[in-house]
C-alpha cells in the first residue's frame, strides 16, 4: 500500500507587504504577506530545495524510482524540467524524470497518480504566481515549492497512508491563461462559484465514503484553491468543525498555484500526530479530495526544516524590487557585458559538478577540489580521487566582498570565499543575504539557483546563503 | 628547480611608450606604431634591422600579425604572448631570452592595449571560451577588496586606519602621476576626496582601483656586449622571474588572502639571479602592480621591501613616496598612469629606463638612482589565482 514517506515544504525568504502594493497604486494589495522567490529562483530551482529537503527527512532505504514534477509557470517548454532535478538530486541516470505541467490541477493530480503506485514516486511541484500589478493574483498568489515522496511499506514506514479519495471534474471557463502570457484571467466569480461548490461536494462526500468516515471524524480539513471566494462557500457546506480547518497560509506565503495542496498538507503532516485523519481538498477545474491516515512514525518524524520555520525566517522585499525582479520595472543596469548563454557541451561534461555540486577528494592527502579536479594540488597524486558530494555541507564564510559594478540580474553582487566543513573552499556567491550584517565566520548552506538566463538557456547553479534563523548550521552537521 | 637567469646578457637600448589614455581617436595600430617608432628612433635603428618582434596584448589583437601588418614587417617573426595583466612583461621576457639565446642580434617587445572601445567601465575580458556558468562572475574590484579586510585582521590594523593607508597609497601614486605627461590622471587628488569618492567593491572606492586606458610601450633589446653600439647608457636585463600559480588559494582554506604567494615566488627568484639580497637598500626603485591599493600593499611586504604585517605603517611613514627610502611607482603607477593591459609591464620598464638613466623630469626624479638597480614588479588575475613577473634591470655591467 502506497503511502507518504516524506514530505518538504519550501517557502523563498521574501515577503512582499501586500499593504506597499496599496500604497504604491492606490489599489490591489491587502492585509498580509506573500512569498516571492528571489529573482535567482525559479519553479526548477525551488522545487530542487523542497525535494532536497524532503530527501532529508525520508527513510534511508527510499528511493526513488520516478521524479514528477509539476508546475503552471514551468522554466522551459519543449525540454523537460524534472530533469534538472534529477541532476540537482544526483539520482540514478535510470530514475524516470518527467513534468506534468500547465495547470494548477496537475500538482495534486500528479500525487494522486503516485498514491496509485507502484513505484517509488518523489513528486516535486512548484510555481511562481504572477499578476498584473494590483491585481487580486499578485496580491493573493504567493511562490513556492514543496516535495513528497510516496513509497510502499518495503521502501520505509510511511507517515500517513492513503484512506480514501474523491474527484471530480467539469469543463468549465473560470480562469485561463493562454501560453506566453504573464496573467490569468478569469470570469466573472459567482459563476465559477456555482460550478466549484457541487463539484466540491460531491467529491467530498465520494472521499468519506471510500475512507468509510463521517465528517467529523475527520481531525483535519486543509481546503485550497484559486477560487477564493468557492473556497469559502464550500468549506461551509463540508459538515466540520471550523477548529479543524487548517490555515491554508494565505496571510502568509499566498496561494502558491499547483505547489498549494502538497505545500499545506506538507505542513500537516510536519505537525500531525499518530493516527489522524487529514482531508485535502482542492478545487481546480473541478475537485480533488484526499483523505490521508498518519501513522506511528509521524510521532518520531523529523522534517529537515518545517514550513513553519521558513515561513517565520523571511525578510521583506520592497515593492520595487518585487516589480523588478517580476521583469515588470527595468532599471539601470551596471555598465558591465551581460554573460554569454553556457555551451551545451561543456555543461554536458560538467554535470555533477553543476548540477550535483560534486567535488573531488584525494585519496592520498584528502585535500578536497571544487569543481573537481584529476591532479591533486597537494602531492603527485593524478587520477587517484573519489566523488564529493558537497551540497549538503555547511560552510563558513573566510572573506566576503559587495561588488557593486559585476553584471548581476539584482546587483550588487555579495560574493564570499566558503571554506566547507571538513575540508574544501569555494569563492561563491551568495544570496537571501542582508549584506549589512554579513560577517567573517557567518555560517552557510548551500541552495540551488539561476544564476542568469541567456539566449533563453538557463544557467542553474549553486550559491551559499546564511543559515536561515533557528537552522543556525553546527560544525560538522548538515541541518 | 633552477632558474639561471640571464644576468648581464642582454641590453634595453632603446624605448618608447605612449601617453596612456582614453586615445577614442586612435586604434591599436595607432599606439604601437607610436610606441614602436619611439623605441626605434631612440636606439638608433629601423624596423628591418631587428630581427625578431614579440607583442604583448591580452585583448587587442591575435597573431604576430597583430604588429607585422600594422608596420608592415617584411619577412620577420613576431610572436604573440598573453599572461593576463602580465602581458608587456611577457612580451619583454621572451624577446630577452631570444636574443640570449643567440638566436638573433636584437629583438623588439611592444605591448598594446585598446581596452577603451568596450563601452564598459573598467576590463571586460577578451576570453569568449564556451564555460558551464559556474565560473565565478565578480570583479578583480571585488576579489582584491577581499584583501584589505583581512590584512587589517591579521595585523591588528583597525577600518579607519586600514582606509587611511589605503588612500595613502593612492595619494602618493597620484601625486607622482601628477608629475609625469604620459599620465592618464595627471592631478594630485586628496586624501579627503580618495576617502568620499564612491565604493566600487567591497571596502574600494573610485580611487582604489587603477585607471583604465589605452596605450603602448616598447623596447629594443640586444647583447650586452653590443649594448653600446647603441646608446651609452644602455639598461642592462639582470633578472626576469615568472610565476604562473596553480590558482589554489581558492581552493585552500588554509589561505588567508593577506599576502600573494606567487608574487613572493617570483621575487624571491628575481633577487637570486640579481643577486641582490636586501632590496630595501639595493633597489633604487620599484614599480609594481598597483592594480587595486590592496594589492599594493601586500606586494610591499611580498618582495621584501618590508616585514610582514608593518607595510602599513611604512605606507604612513612615507617610505615608497617619490621622496622616500625607496620610491615606489614614481610614474603614477597603474592608479593615475593607467592600466593598458598588454602594455602595463613594459611601461614599468619604461620608467626604469627614464630613471636609472637620469632621463626623468627633475620634479619626479628619484632620490637613490645611485643604487643602480630598479624592479618591476607585474602581475595578473586574481588574490588566490595569479600569475606573476618580476625583473631586475641596472645601469651598470656586475
Redesign the interface.
Given at each position: 500500500m502506497q503511502g507518504i514517506l516524506s514530505a518538504a515544504g519550501y517557502v523563498p525568504y521574501r515577503r512582499l507587504d501586500r499593504g506597499t502594493i496599496t500604497e504604491t497604486f492606490a489599489a490591489g494589495g491587502g492585509r498580509g504577506t506573500r512569498a516571492v522567490a528571489g529573482y535567482d529562483e525559479d519553479t526548477t530551482s525551488m522545487g530542487v530545495e523542497a525535494a532536497r529537503l524532503a530527501l532529508r527527512a525520508a527513510p534511508s532505504g527510499a528511493h526513488p524510482r520516478t521524479l514528477a514534477f509539476s508546475t503552471t509557470t514551468p522554466a522551459y517548454l519543449d525540454k523537460t524540467n524534472a530533469t534538472a532535478i534529477h541532476a540537482a538530486l544526483r539520482l540514478d541516470t535510470d530514475v524516470l524524470a518527467a513534468d506534468f505541467g500547465g495547470a494548477i490541477r496537475s500538482g495534486l493530480a500528479a500525487l494522486t497518480a503516485a498514491l496509485h503506485g507502484p513505484d517509488p514516486t518523489l513528486l516535486v511541484t512548484a510555481d511562481v504566481r504572477d499578476g498584473l500589478p494590483t491585481s487580486a493574483d499578485e496580491a493573493a498568489g504567493g511562490d513556492g515549492a514543496a516535495a513528497i515522496l510516496v513509497g510502499s511499506d518495503t521502501d520505509g514506514p510511511a507517515l500517513a497512508t492513503l484512506a480514501g479519495e474523491g474527484h471530480t471534474t467539469e469543463e468549465f471557463i473560470d480562469r485561463w491563461r493562454t501560453p506566453g502570457d504573464n496573467r490569468s484571467k478569469v470570469w466573472e466569480e459567482r459563476f465559477g462559484e456555482t460550478k466549484y461548490v457541487p463539484l466540491g461536494e460531491q467529491a467530498w462526500n465520494a472521499a468519506l465514503k471510500s475512507a468509510e468516515l463521517s465528517a467529523d471524524q475527520v481531525d483535519q480539513v486543509i481546503v485550497t484553491g484559486a477560487h477564493a471566494r468557492a473556497i469559502r462557500s464550500l468549506t461551509a457546506r463540508l459538515g466540520v468543525d471550523k477548529s479543524k480547518l487548517a490555515d491554508d497560509l494565505s496571510g502568509s506565503v499566498g496561494f502558491t498555484g499547483a505547489a498549494h495542496p502538497a505545500l499545506l498538507l506538507a505542513a500537516a503532516l510536519e505537525q500531525a500526530s499518530p493516527g489522524q485523519t487529514i482531508a485535502l481538498v482542492a478545487l481546480a477545474d473541478g475537485a480533488d479530495v484526499l483523505v490521508f491516515r498518519t501513522t506511528d512514525a509521524v510521532g518520531t518524524w523529523k522534517p529537515a526544516r518545517a514550513v513553519a520555520d521558513q515561513i517565520a525566517a523571511g525578510a521583506p522585499l520592497s515593492y520595487g524590487k518585487f516589480l523588478t525582479w517580476r521583469g515588470v520595472v527595468t532599471v539601470e543596469p551596471p555598465r558591465r557585458p551581460e554573460p554569454d548563454r553556457i555551451s551545451a557541451a561543456v555543461t554536458g561534461r560538467t554535470e555533477h559538478f553543476k548540477y550535483g555540486f560534486v567535488g573531488s577528494k584525494d585519496r592520498t592527502s584528502d585535500a578536497l577540489h571544487l569543481p573537481p579536479a584529476r591532479v591533486s594540488r597537494v602531492g603527485d597524486a593524478v587520477d587517484d580521487m573519489e566523488p564529493a558530494p558537497m551540497a549538503d555541507v555547511p560552510g563558513t564564510i573566510a572573506a566576503f566582498t559587495i561588488d557593486r559594478i559585476a553584471y548581476s540580474p539584482s546587483p550588487p553582487i555579495v560574493f564570499a570565499i566558503v571554506d566547507f566543513d571538513g575540508g574544501g573552499r569555494l569563492p561563491i556567491e551568495l544570496t537571501d543575504v542582508n549584506a549589512d550584517a554579513l560577517q567573517v565566520g557567518d555560517r552557510v548552506e548551500m541552495t540551488f539557483r539561476r544564476l542568469f538566463t541567456a539566449d533563453g538557456i538557463h544557467n542553474y547553479f549553486w550559491k551559499a546563503r546564511p543559515f536561515p534563523a533557528g537552522a543556525q548550521g553546527k560544525e560538522g552537521s548538515s541541518a | 628547480m633552477s632558474s639561471h637567469g640571464i644576468k648581464d646578457q642582454v641590453a634595453i637600448v632603446g624605448m618608447g611608450c605612449t601617453k596612456f589614455g582614453e586615445h577614442w581617436s586612435k586604434n591599436a595600430d595607432d599606439l604601437l606604431i607610436e610606441s614602436t617608432t619611439q623605441a626605434l628612433n631612440s636606439a638608433g635603428v629601423t624596423k628591418q634591422d631587428i630581427d625578431a618582434y614579440w607583442v604583448g596584448t591580452a585583448m587587442s589583437g591575435m597573431s604576430g600579425m597583430t604588429v607585422s601588418r600594422p608596420l608592415q614587417l617584411h619577412n620577420k617573426p613576431v610572436t604573440r604572448v598573453e599572461n593576463f595583466c602580465a602581458t608587456g612583461s611577457e612580451a619583454l621576457r621572451n624577446a630577452a631570452y631570444a636574443v640570449a639565446s643567440g638566436a638573433y642580434d636584437s629583438a623588439l617587445a611592444v605591448g598594446v592595449e585598446k581596452v577603451k572601445d568596450?563601452?564598459?567601465?573598467?576590463l571586460?575580458g577578451a576570453g569568449?571560451t564556451?564555460?558551464?556558468?559556474?565560473n565565478?562572475?565578480?570583479?578583480a574590484?571585488?576579489?582584491f577588496?577581499?584583501c584589505a579586510?583581512?590584512y587589517g585582521?591579521r595585523y591588528g590594523v583597525g577600518d579607519d586606519q586600514m582606509r587611511e593607508v589605503l588612500a595613502r597609497i593612492s595619494w602618493k601614486n597620484h601625486y607622482n602621476g601628477a608629475r609625469n605627461e604620459r599620465a592618464q590622471f595627471r592631478k594630485e587628488v586628496s586624501m579627503d576626496t580618495i576617502c568620499g569618492a564612491p565604493?566600487?567593491?567591497?571596502g574600494l572606492r573610485v580611487f582604489d582601483c587603477s585607471g583604465v586606458a589605452d596605450g603602448s610601450a616598447a623596447a629594443v633589446l640586444v647583447r650586452a656586449e653590443d649594448a653600446h653600439q647603441y646608446t651609452d647608457r644602455p639598461l642592462y636585463v639582470k633578472a626576469l622571474a615568472f610565476v604562473a600559480g596553480?590558482a589554489?588559494g581558492?581552493?585552500?582554506?588554509d589561505?588567508?588572502?593577506t599576502y600573494f604567494p606567487e608574487i613572493e615566488a617570483a621575487g624571491r627568484d628575481a633577487y637570486a639571479q640579481a643577486g641582490v639580497t636586501d632590496p630595501r637598500s639595493q633597489l633604487a626603485m620599484a614599480e609594481v602592480h598597483d592594480c587595486f591599493t590592496p594589492a599594493e600593499l601586500l606586494i610591499y611586504e611580498d618582495l621584501g621591501f618590508a616585514e610582514r604585517g608593518s607595510a602599513w605603517k611604512e605606507v604612513l611613514a612615507g617610505t615608497f613616496d617619490l621622496a622616500g627610502d625607496l620610491p615606489v611607482n614614481p610614474d603614477g603607477g597603474l592608479k593615475s598612469f593607467g592600466h593598458p593591459v598588454g602594455a602595463s609591464g613594459l611601461r614599468m620598464f619604461f620608467e626604469t629606463w627614464l630613471q636609472l638613466r637620469g632621463d626623468a623630469p627633475e620634479e619626479r626624479r628619484i632620490a637613490h638612482a645611485d643604487r643602480g638597480l630598479a624592479l618591476t614588479h607585474n602581475l595578473g588575475g586574481y588574490p588566490?589565482e595569479m600569475v606573476s613577473f618580476v625583473g631586475i634591470v641596472g645601469n651598470e655591467l656586475g
Amino acid at each position: 500500500m502506497q503511502g507518504i514517506l516524506s514530505a518538504a515544504g519550501y517557502v523563498p525568504y521574501r515577503r512582499l507587504d501586500r499593504g506597499t502594493i496599496t500604497e504604491t497604486f492606490a489599489a490591489g494589495g491587502g492585509r498580509g504577506t506573500r512569498a516571492v522567490a528571489g529573482y535567482d529562483e525559479d519553479t526548477t530551482s525551488m522545487g530542487v530545495e523542497a525535494a532536497r529537503l524532503a530527501l532529508r527527512a525520508a527513510p534511508s532505504g527510499a528511493h526513488p524510482r520516478t521524479l514528477a514534477f509539476s508546475t503552471t509557470t514551468p522554466a522551459y517548454l519543449d525540454k523537460t524540467n524534472a530533469t534538472a532535478i534529477h541532476a540537482a538530486l544526483r539520482l540514478d541516470t535510470d530514475v524516470l524524470a518527467a513534468d506534468f505541467g500547465g495547470a494548477i490541477r496537475s500538482g495534486l493530480a500528479a500525487l494522486t497518480a503516485a498514491l496509485h503506485g507502484p513505484d517509488p514516486t518523489l513528486l516535486v511541484t512548484a510555481d511562481v504566481r504572477d499578476g498584473l500589478p494590483t491585481s487580486a493574483d499578485e496580491a493573493a498568489g504567493g511562490d513556492g515549492a514543496a516535495a513528497i515522496l510516496v513509497g510502499s511499506d518495503t521502501d520505509g514506514p510511511a507517515l500517513a497512508t492513503l484512506a480514501g479519495e474523491g474527484h471530480t471534474t467539469e469543463e468549465f471557463i473560470d480562469r485561463w491563461r493562454t501560453p506566453g502570457d504573464n496573467r490569468s484571467k478569469v470570469w466573472e466569480e459567482r459563476f465559477g462559484e456555482t460550478k466549484y461548490v457541487p463539484l466540491g461536494e460531491q467529491a467530498w462526500n465520494a472521499a468519506l465514503k471510500s475512507a468509510e468516515l463521517s465528517a467529523d471524524q475527520v481531525d483535519q480539513v486543509i481546503v485550497t484553491g484559486a477560487h477564493a471566494r468557492a473556497i469559502r462557500s464550500l468549506t461551509a457546506r463540508l459538515g466540520v468543525d471550523k477548529s479543524k480547518l487548517a490555515d491554508d497560509l494565505s496571510g502568509s506565503v499566498g496561494f502558491t498555484g499547483a505547489a498549494h495542496p502538497a505545500l499545506l498538507l506538507a505542513a500537516a503532516l510536519e505537525q500531525a500526530s499518530p493516527g489522524q485523519t487529514i482531508a485535502l481538498v482542492a478545487l481546480a477545474d473541478g475537485a480533488d479530495v484526499l483523505v490521508f491516515r498518519t501513522t506511528d512514525a509521524v510521532g518520531t518524524w523529523k522534517p529537515a526544516r518545517a514550513v513553519a520555520d521558513q515561513i517565520a525566517a523571511g525578510a521583506p522585499l520592497s515593492y520595487g524590487k518585487f516589480l523588478t525582479w517580476r521583469g515588470v520595472v527595468t532599471v539601470e543596469p551596471p555598465r558591465r557585458p551581460e554573460p554569454d548563454r553556457i555551451s551545451a557541451a561543456v555543461t554536458g561534461r560538467t554535470e555533477h559538478f553543476k548540477y550535483g555540486f560534486v567535488g573531488s577528494k584525494d585519496r592520498t592527502s584528502d585535500a578536497l577540489h571544487l569543481p573537481p579536479a584529476r591532479v591533486s594540488r597537494v602531492g603527485d597524486a593524478v587520477d587517484d580521487m573519489e566523488p564529493a558530494p558537497m551540497a549538503d555541507v555547511p560552510g563558513t564564510i573566510a572573506a566576503f566582498t559587495i561588488d557593486r559594478i559585476a553584471y548581476s540580474p539584482s546587483p550588487p553582487i555579495v560574493f564570499a570565499i566558503v571554506d566547507f566543513d571538513g575540508g574544501g573552499r569555494l569563492p561563491i556567491e551568495l544570496t537571501d543575504v542582508n549584506a549589512d550584517a554579513l560577517q567573517v565566520g557567518d555560517r552557510v548552506e548551500m541552495t540551488f539557483r539561476r544564476l542568469f538566463t541567456a539566449d533563453g538557456i538557463h544557467n542553474y547553479f549553486w550559491k551559499a546563503r546564511p543559515f536561515p534563523a533557528g537552522a543556525q548550521g553546527k560544525e560538522g552537521s548538515s541541518a | 628547480m633552477s632558474s639561471h637567469g640571464i644576468k648581464d646578457q642582454v641590453a634595453i637600448v632603446g624605448m618608447g611608450c605612449t601617453k596612456f589614455g582614453e586615445h577614442w581617436s586612435k586604434n591599436a595600430d595607432d599606439l604601437l606604431i607610436e610606441s614602436t617608432t619611439q623605441a626605434l628612433n631612440s636606439a638608433g635603428v629601423t624596423k628591418q634591422d631587428i630581427d625578431a618582434y614579440w607583442v604583448g596584448t591580452a585583448m587587442s589583437g591575435m597573431s604576430g600579425m597583430t604588429v607585422s601588418r600594422p608596420l608592415q614587417l617584411h619577412n620577420k617573426p613576431v610572436t604573440r604572448v598573453e599572461n593576463f595583466c602580465a602581458t608587456g612583461s611577457e612580451a619583454l621576457r621572451n624577446a630577452a631570452y631570444a636574443v640570449a639565446s643567440g638566436a638573433y642580434d636584437s629583438a623588439l617587445a611592444v605591448g598594446v592595449e585598446k581596452v577603451k572601445d568596450s563601452g564598459y567601465q573598467g576590463l571586460v575580458g577578451a576570453g569568449k571560451t564556451p564555460t558551464d556558468g559556474t565560473n565565478r562572475t565578480l570583479t578583480a574590484a571585488a576579489m582584491f577588496a577581499m584583501c584589505a579586510p583581512a590584512y587589517g585582521n591579521r595585523y591588528g590594523v583597525g577600518d579607519d586606519q586600514m582606509r587611511e593607508v589605503l588612500a595613502r597609497i593612492s595619494w602618493k601614486n597620484h601625486y607622482n602621476g601628477a608629475r609625469n605627461e604620459r599620465a592618464q590622471f595627471r592631478k594630485e587628488v586628496s586624501m579627503d576626496t580618495i576617502c568620499g569618492a564612491p565604493l566600487m567593491a567591497g571596502g574600494l572606492r573610485v580611487f582604489d582601483c587603477s585607471g583604465v586606458a589605452d596605450g603602448s610601450a616598447a623596447a629594443v633589446l640586444v647583447r650586452a656586449e653590443d649594448a653600446h653600439q647603441y646608446t651609452d647608457r644602455p639598461l642592462y636585463v639582470k633578472a626576469l622571474a615568472f610565476v604562473a600559480g596553480n590558482a589554489s588559494g581558492n581552493a585552500d582554506p588554509d589561505y588567508d588572502y593577506t599576502y600573494f604567494p606567487e608574487i613572493e615566488a617570483a621575487g624571491r627568484d628575481a633577487y637570486a639571479q640579481a643577486g641582490v639580497t636586501d632590496p630595501r637598500s639595493q633597489l633604487a626603485m620599484a614599480e609594481v602592480h598597483d592594480c587595486f591599493t590592496p594589492a599594493e600593499l601586500l606586494i610591499y611586504e611580498d618582495l621584501g621591501f618590508a616585514e610582514r604585517g608593518s607595510a602599513w605603517k611604512e605606507v604612513l611613514a612615507g617610505t615608497f613616496d617619490l621622496a622616500g627610502d625607496l620610491p615606489v611607482n614614481p610614474d603614477g603607477g597603474l592608479k593615475s598612469f593607467g592600466h593598458p593591459v598588454g602594455a602595463s609591464g613594459l611601461r614599468m620598464f619604461f620608467e626604469t629606463w627614464l630613471q636609472l638613466r637620469g632621463d626623468a623630469p627633475e620634479e619626479r626624479r628619484i632620490a637613490h638612482a645611485d643604487r643602480g638597480l630598479a624592479l618591476t614588479h607585474n602581475l595578473g588575475g586574481y588574490p588566490g589565482e595569479m600569475v606573476s613577473f618580476v625583473g631586475i634591470v641596472g645601469n651598470e655591467l656586475g
